[in-house]
């Protein structure tokens, strides 16, 4: 009898620990990645350049690039910089925006990318997208996935504590978003990769579950571990469908219609997904979402990200229209606007009860 395989793309090596940074040319040569220590060293003009001065001496065959926001004019700009010098690889030191805007310029220019991440704001670090600012709005793009990802705890903690908590969001929305992709599944008959749904969901339920706090760095392994799970359930499916649902209509609602007032990705998306649990009728799954992100200092509710009720009734209304052909429980439903304010006051109400 054959025996039946499958390719998962996923990194070679990840590293996450307290003084990983350190370790960093010596782990990228270990792994063949970067025997010459020729990289491109994309990083931010805050956070990034403090790094740059600590970690050149250990990397000096490395160029440094200041990325300038995280656009795809921005990720074209350093796939022309770094083009035709011989590299090695590409690496990304700092947030989701550097690291989403160097696997795009790495992809454009086809080069190996290592992502070092300096927070845990989503689950980007290592998904097989890149989420970058247009002429349009936004837009994902498709990449290969990070050959190396590397989190250095000791650097997380020095993150502001709103990112990290934001990545708790995008972790635990996961569960709502294999919901949805269930539903879809039996309503539409949409294919479900179950391997992919089974990481996510692992991943949304080991940071929900988890009786720590910001602070453990037993926590942050978890978390950092749930998000990589994460990108690689999205690598697996070939698409967001494993961590994004209602709960990410929901936000790309709200950075449609209030794009200057847009809260973080993962304090929106860990919203949605509380309320989105609810809709279905899944009140104790609901709570447990709500409580978990109270616990760690993340909003429940929409005046706590500086919207109003009617403000996020009509984000809720809007949000089908920012996935078409994706379905979920908002159009299972099809809630007109007077419905969706009646559903989120019984939220409101259970919820604090």
Request: a negative charge.
């Amino acid at each position: 009898m054959p025996v039946l395989t499958r390719l998962i793309p996923s990194p070679v090596v990840v590293d996450i620990n307290g003084g990983a940074l350190a370790d960093l040319s010596r782990l990228l040569a270990d792994q063949r990645i970067s025997a010459s220590g020729k990289l491109a060293m994309a990083i931010s003009a805050g956070s990034g350049v403090k790094l740059r001065d600590r970690l050149a001496p250990e990397l000096p065959g490395a160029d440094w690039f200041l990325v300038d926001g995280g656009t795809i004019d921005a990720a074209v700009k350093l796939a022309d910089a770094i083009r035709g010098r011989r590299y090695d690889a590409v690496v990304g030191l700092g947030g989701g925006k550097i690291i989403d805007v160097t696997k795009y310029a790495a992809a454009r220019v086809g080069l190996p990318m290592v992502a070092v991440a300096t927070n845990l704001s989503h689950d980007g670090i290592c998904s097989p997208v890149s989420t970058l600012d247009n002429d349009n709005g936004r837009g994902s793009y498709g990449v290969p996935t990070p050959i190396a990802l590397v989190i250095d705890l000791d650097v997380i903690r020095e993150a502001p504590a709103r990112y990290v908590r934001a990545g708790i969001g995008d972790a635990v929305s996961n569960i709502s978003a294999i919901a949805d992709w269930e539903l879809s599944h039996k309503i539409t008959g949409e294919p479900i990769d179950g391997l992919a749904a089974a990481m996510a969901r692992g991943a949304g339920e080991s940071v929900l579950r988890h009786p720590g706090g910001i602070g453990d760095d037993s926590f942050l392994t978890v978390l950092s571990e749930g998000l990589v799970l994460s990108g690689i359930a999205m690598s697996i499916s070939g698409d967001t469908r494993p961590s994004s649902g209602a709960c990410h209509e929901i936000s790309h609602a709200f950075d449609l219609l209030h794009p200057r007032r847009a809260a973080a990705h993962g304090e929106q998306v860990g919203l949605g997904a509380a309320f989105a649990m609810h809709l279905r009728g899944s009140h104790e799954e609901s709570g447990l979402i709500a409580e978990t992100l109270r616990h760690h200092g993340l909003p429940v509710l929409p005046g706590e990200i500086g919207f109003t009720v009617p403000e996020f009734v009509e984000a809720v209304h809007y949000a089908p229209q920012t996935r078409p052909g994706r379905y979920t429980i908002l159009e299972h439903l099809e809630l007109s606007p007077t419905e969706i304010r009646d559903a989120y006051a019984d939220y409101a109400k259970t919820i604090s009860s």
